[in-house]
Antibody
Framework: EVQLVESGGGLVQPGGSLRLSCAAS????????MSWVRQAPGKGLEWVAN????????YYVDSVKGRFSISRDNAKNSLYLQMNSLRAEDTAVYYC?????????WGQGTLVTVSS | ETVMTQSPATLSVSPGERATLSCRAS??????LAWYQQKPGQAPRLLIY???TRATGIPARFSGSGSGTEFTLTISSLQSEDFAVYYC????????FGQGTKLEIK
């Protein structure tokens, strides 16, 4: 079955940076759009960013534009999220998800905590 | 931005009974609507896409209906493992989720 495994979360100070990774396996990574979705503690789900199969198109929720950057390496079956200028409101579990009609497979998530 | 509103916030139903969850979009999303189930400490799981198509491996007791702005998720006979939080999500205009409906045991 499809597997997505996130890593890179942790505690970071406001204004700091963090890079999340997602290792994909058991499917042909290069033919799918991929996404990041986050969930603040005790809250609902929020889509963060999408990237096209070849990386040529990227889309972001307004609240992270100019601060976050999504990328991928199809040779390594990996998805990334570079997060800069982090704010307290970015605290959340970040999920990597495969995008088809909806998000059909999700990783287990990695927790990012922004706090001094 | 298309705002998704789910109702009720909490639904109490007995095992074996039917549960009906609602989702309304602030503008039409055609049939570009998905439903997810999330249990505590777990990632969401896709149940329904295209408003009414069950995802791979989803039991037939889960069904979705609606189009445009009004959607429904029905669970025909609740099993113990179905008590969870359910989210709707539109993918017609960006990607936005409802705030969730918590389905609890009555």
């Amino acid at each position: 079955e499809v597997q997505l495994v996130e890593s890179g979360g942790g505690l970071v100070q406001p204004g700091g940076s963090l890079r999340l990774s997602c290792a994909a396996s058991r499917f042909t990574f290069s033919i799918y759009w991929m996404s990041w979705v986050r969930q603040a503690p005790g809250k609902g789900l929020e889509w963060v960013a999408n990237i096209k199969q070849d990386g040529s198109e990227k889309y972001y929720v307004d609240s992270v534009k100019g601060r976050f950057s999504i990328s991928r390496d199809n040779a390594k079956n990996s998805l990334y999220l570079q997060m800069n200028s982090l704010r307290a409101e970015d605290t959340a579990v970040y999920y990597c998800a495969r995008l088809t009609d909806g998000f059909d497979y999700w990783g287990q998530g990695t927790l990012v905590t922004v706090s001094s | 931005e298309t705002v998704m509103t789910q109702s009720p916030a909490t639904l109490s139903v007995s095992p074996g009974e039917r549960a009906t969850l609602s989702c309304r979009a602030s503008q039409g999303v055609n049939s570009n609507l998905a439903w997810y189930q999330q249990k505590p400490g777990q990632a969401p799981r896709l149940l329904i896409y295209g408003a009414s198509t069950r995802a791979t491996g989803i039991p037939a007791r889960f069904s979705g209906s609606g189009s445009g702005t009004e959607f429904t998720l029905t669970i025909s006979s609740l099993q113990s493992e179905d008590f969870a939080v359910y989210y709707c999500q539109q993918y017609n205009d960006g990607y936005t989720f409802g705030q969730g409906t918590k389905l609890e045991i009555k």
